[in-house]
């Protein structure tokens, strides 16, 4: 099992930046690909950003070099840093844990941040 915790939500303004954080406490936090997700009001959940246990990171294309995630292992701890925020950005951030193990995937997400870009 593996506790997720996101903090670091808000409201800004277009043009600012937040840093999320997620703690994850449980399991062996090092093994796992942690992920940034998100909801938008009246849309699916949508990936943001993953970042694989040797720190392989993967964007979607509508954040790619306004968006940084970053992971310390040393703290259990996930990051995503937000630049250049655009009101399109706004929506329930959510942390993802995940890993395979043979024909077993263990996933698991926290309870979510709301982000808000708005003037």
């Known amino acids: 099992q593996v506790q997720l915790v996101e903090s670091g939500g808000g409201l800004v303004q277009p043009g600012g930046s937040l840093r999320l954080s997620c703690a994850a406490s449980g399991s062996i936090f090092s093994i796992y690909r942690m992920g940034w997700y998100r909801q938008a009001p009246g849309k699916e959940r949508e990936l943001v950003a993953t970042i694989s246990s040797d720190f392989l990171t993967n964007y979607a294309g509508a954040v790619k070099g306004r968006f940084t995630i970053s992971r310390d292992n040393a703290k259990n701890t996930v990051y995503l840093q937000m630049d250049s925020l655009r009101p399109e950005d706004t929506g329930v951030y959510y942390c993802?844990?995940?890993?395979?193990?043979?024909?077993?995937?263990?996933?698991?997400w926290g309870q979510g941040t709301q982000v808000t870009v708005s003037s």
């Open positions: 993802n844990a995940y890993r395979r193990q043979g024909s077993l995937a263990y996933d698991y």
